[in-house]
């Protein structure tokens, strides 16, 4: 089995720093791509930032030149680093990843997509 799990969310005034990681876990083998999603009251789930397995990086508009994503490899691990952040930032930030292969007793498995549970971000005005 493989679990995402996230951390780092919480509480900042307009204008702060935020830094959430996402720790998959189990025997896993490689990962294709890593990234976050955010998904605000009332509205759909949205693309924050992608890292491919060799590191290239995809940002929504939005979160250009204020949000930083990097993984690591080794650690089965996304990042996601947030600047300058603004109300509007204020959502649940989930963590995914796509094109696992890991161990799950004597099989080598691949699945296409994995969730975590989200973690809540909210910046004050």
């Known amino acids: 089995q493989v679990h995402l799990v996230e951390s780092g969310g919480g509480l900042v005034q307009a204008g702060g720093s935020l830094r959430l990681s996402c720790a998959a876990s189990?025997?896993?083998?490689?990962?294709?791509?890593m990234g976050w999603y955010r998904q605000a009251p009332g509205k759909q789930r949205e693309l924050v930032a992608t890292v491919s397995s060799g590191g290239s990086t995809n940002y929504a508009d939005s979160v250009k030149g204020r949000f930083t994503s990097s993984r690591d490899n080794a650690k089965n691990t996304v990042y996601l680093q947030m600047n300058s952040l603004k109300p509007d930032d204020t959502a649940v930030y989930y963590c995914k990843a796509e094109g696992v292969t890991y161990l799950d007793g004597r099989r080598r498995v691949y699945t296409s997509l994995h969730w975590g549970q989200g973690t809540q971000v909210t910046v004050s005005s």
């Open positions: 189990g025997t896993i083998f490689s990962i294709n791509a």
